[in-house]
């Protein structure tokens, strides 16, 4: 299959500050693909990178063969949607405007919603959970409802490829599970190409293709989750014991903190 | 505050809304030229065209009513996109020095020898908005954001900047160009011809209308730059077409009646509380709300101390001094 989306050796930096080295990374219709990293290893500046928010010091970003530089912002828009990380919105507009904004790429002049738009919104809101917030102001609605409005948002761009910056941080247990639930549907049925950027590293395991592990802007590791996430990984990357275990009800992998993981002097070369 | 509204804009809450908006500025217009120290027959007035009262309306009442519309329809359009591009509910053309940049071009162009109601100085108008906008944007922006209170700060700064160097203007000038320069400032309405009322009004209708083009990604933008980039939004273009349409907008407010305070702070703001926050609705409202606006508070300041009559600006500063002192409370509380 060839790819949707691909990054071909992308560097980045702020001035004289690598955040982001020689990153190859190639995303098919229907893969999702989780990207990991502790705080500051360039996870969000490379969704900027994939998303064509920031161009690259070195190295291209390619839509279905084409440079993102070359393709004008709307036409991007059209094909491929970002999640923030950090939602926000200055005044306060309904659940209803901020997930109809995603059909501002499609329309033209005015932009007032169609029948059509205001039908996709409504079912993007539905998809996720939402539906009953539709009339609220955002500014009322709590991190992760606003969260989820905006993974509505991206949902109603109807893209072909979806990039979300940490999309379950502010949800609760079951968002979360719902969330990536929804995102493995998505690319199950609509050859979406998805990539999200996780901290949880048992929700990579349990429901993405992939696994890209950033340290220090550099790939640490890239395969199937339970290949890239192993004990020894984690362990050199994030500085943490970890144990895989077997679930008790499906026997996959899962990943456990080890006795004492969290206490530095413990960690094998800590301080 | 709770506010209840529709969900979403549709045509029929446009087309409504605007409607309604533009019956009660025409209202306001009848009303206003009706007021005033001198009571007037309008059935008199329309039916002689010789009668003193056909002379008070039309020559002397009219124009400055039209006159006060159109400038309060470029200060609300003003205030309601600067609002929204800079994500800021305190922002004003005013309060960020962009009036006082127009009047200082303004004021140079006088005491160089322009005639005030020449179109020169409209046009100097507009180019000392359009820098000093694009200086205060440019201070107060770091990392891509700028921050609420800095622009305020840069804003009392050039405000202040401003007022130095007018007065310097002024003391560089002669006694009756410096006394031109006062007067013009002090955000007074004055009876004036109906070709400058005419030719403001065509100022203000174009800028207007090209800036309802951005009020969809003004939308977007409200949700960050990034965001709004992310949507196809190519901000860096409607950037510049917003500063540049709104310093043409207060150039020409400006140079027809100097500075007028807050109009561009309190339209905005209290519409948004009605119709919404969503540009498409919210600028063509605060036209015609910016309109209706300074045209009463014309009329207050024609009939508040008959025969007296007070500058428009002293008006407009009474009321929106202290709504901006509230504001600004809120703002420091966290809310909007």
Request: charged share 10%.
């Given at each position: 299959?060839?790819?949707?989306?691909?990054?071909?050796?992308?560097?980045?930096?702020?001035?004289?500050?690598?955040?982001?080295?020689?990153?190859?990374?190639?995303?098919?219709?229907?893969?999702?693909?989780?990207?990991?990293?502790?705080?500051?290893?360039?996870?969000?500046?490379?969704?900027?990178?994939?998303?064509?928010?920031?161009?690259?010091?070195?190295?291209?970003?390619?839509?279905?063969?084409?440079?993102?530089?070359?393709?004008?912002?709307?036409?991007?828009?059209?094909?491929?949607?970002?999640?923030?990380?950090?939602?926000?919105?200055?005044?306060p507009f309904t659940a209803l405007e901020v997930t109809l904004m995603g059909r501002a790429p499609h329309q033209r002049g005015l932009g007032l919603p169609s029948p059509r738009d205001l039908a996709i919104a409504e079912q993007a809101l539905r998809c996720v959970d939402a539906a009953s917030l539709a009339a609220r102001p955002l500014d009322r609605l709590s991190g992760g409802e606003r969260q989820r409005v905006f993974l509505a948002r991206a949902l109603a761009q109807q893209p072909e490829v979806l990039l979300l910056d940490e999309p379950v941080t502010h949800l609760d247990v079951r968002h979360q599970l719902d969330v990536h639930a929804l995102l493995c549907r998505l690319c199950r049925e609509r050859q979406l190409a998805c990539v999200t950027v996780v901290h949880d590293l048992n929700l990579a395991l349990s429901y993405c293709d992939r696994a890209l592990v950033l340290s220090a802007g550099r790939v640490a590791a890239q395969g199937p989750p339970a290949v890239a996430l192993d004990a020894a990984c984690v362990a050199a990357v994030f500085g943490v014991q970890m144990l895989t275990v077997a679930h008790p009800q499906t026997g996959a992998p899962v990943l456990v903190a080890a006795e004492n993981a969290a206490d530095p002097f413990a960690r094998p070369g800590g301080a | 505050m709770p506010v209840t509204r529709a969900t979403h804009l549709t045509r029929a809450r446009l087309g409504g809304t605007v409607a309604l908006l533009a019956a009660a500025l025409a209202l306001s217009l009848l009303a206003a030229v009706l007021l005033g120290p001198v009571p007037v027959d309008l059935a008199v007035a329309l039916g002689d065209p010789r009668s003193a009262d056909h002379e008070i309306l039309v020559y002397a009442r009219l124009?400055?009513?039209?006159?006060?519309?159109?400038?309060?329809?470029?200060?609300?359009?003003?205030?309601?996109?600067?609002?929204?591009?800079?994500?800021?509910?305190?922002?004003?053309?005013?309060?960020?020095?962009?009036?006082?940049?127009?009047?200082?071009?303004?004021?140079?162009?006088?005491?160089?020898?322009?005639?005030?109601?020449?179109?020169?100085?409209?046009?100097?108008?507009?180019?000392?908005?359009?820098?000093?906008?694009?200086?205060?944007?440019?201070?107060?922006?770091?990392?891509?954001?700028?921050?609420?209170?800095?622009?305020?700060?840069?804003?009392?700064?050039?405000?202040?900047?401003?007022?130095?160097?007018?007065?310097?203007?002024?003391?560089?000038?002669?006694?009756?160009?410096?006394?031109?320069?006062?007067?013009?400032?002090?955000?007074?309405?004055?009876?004036?011809?109906?070709?400058?009322?005419?030719?403001?009004?065509?100022?203000?209708?174009?800028?207007?209308?090209?800036?309802?083009?951005?009020?969809?990604?003004?939308?977007?933008?409200?949700t960050g730059e990034e965001g709004a980039a992310a949507l196809g939004v190519d901000v860096d273009r409607v950037r510049r077409a917003v500063f540049v349409l709104a310093s043409l907008l207060v150039g020409a407010a400006v140079s027809v009646s100097g500075m007028i305070n807050f109009v561009g702070l309190i339209v905005p703001h209290l519409l948004r509380l009605v119709v919404g926050p969503d540009q498409r609705l919210l600028l063509p409202a605060s036209v015609l709300g910016g309109a209706a606006f300074l045209v009463w508070a014309d009329a207050a300041a024609r009939t508040a101390l008959a025969p007296a009559e007070l500058p428009v600006g002293v008006v407009t500063a009474l009321l929106g001094g202290p709504f901006f002192l509230y504001l600004l409370r809120r703002s420091l509380r966290g809310e909007r």
């Open positions: 299959m060839s790819a949707r989306l691909a990054a071909d050796a992308v560097t980045f930096a702020f001035g004289e500050r690598t955040v982001v080295a020689d990153v190859d990374l190639a995303l098919a219709p229907g893969e999702l693909v989780a990207v990991l990293g502790p705080n500051g290893s360039g996870k969000s500046t490379l969704l900027r990178l994939l998303a064509g928010l920031a161009v690259p010091r070195a190295g291209a970003v390619r839509l279905d063969g084409r440079d993102l530089r070359t393709l004008d912002r709307r036409t991007v828009a059209r094909r491929l949607a970002l999640v923030p990380q950090d939602p926000r919105v200055d005044y | 124009p400055r009513v039209l006159l006060a519309a159109v400038v309060g329809a470029a200060l609300g359009a003003a205030g309601s996109v600067l609002q929204g591009l800079l994500g800021n509910p305190l922002a004003d053309p005013n309060l960020l020095g962009v009036s006082a940049g127009a009047a200082v071009a303004g004021a140079i162009a006088i005491v160089a020898g322009a005639d005030p109601v020449s179109l020169v100085v409209p046009w100097c108008a507009f180019a000392g908005a359009l820098a000093t906008v694009s200086f205060v944007y440019a201070v107060a922006r770091t990392h891509g954001r700028t921050s609420p209170h800095a622009i305020l700060l840069v804003g009392v700064v050039c405000n202040a900047l401003a007022a130095s160097i007018i007065m310097l203007v002024n003391a560089l000038a002669s006694y009756t160009e410096a006394q031109g320069v006062l007067f013009w400032i002090m955000g007074a309405l004055s009876t004036q011809s109906y070709t400058l009322v005419g030719v403001a009004a065509l100022y203000v209708a174009v800028g207007s209308l090209l800036l309802v083009r951005y009020a969809a990604a003004l939308n977007l933008l409200a």
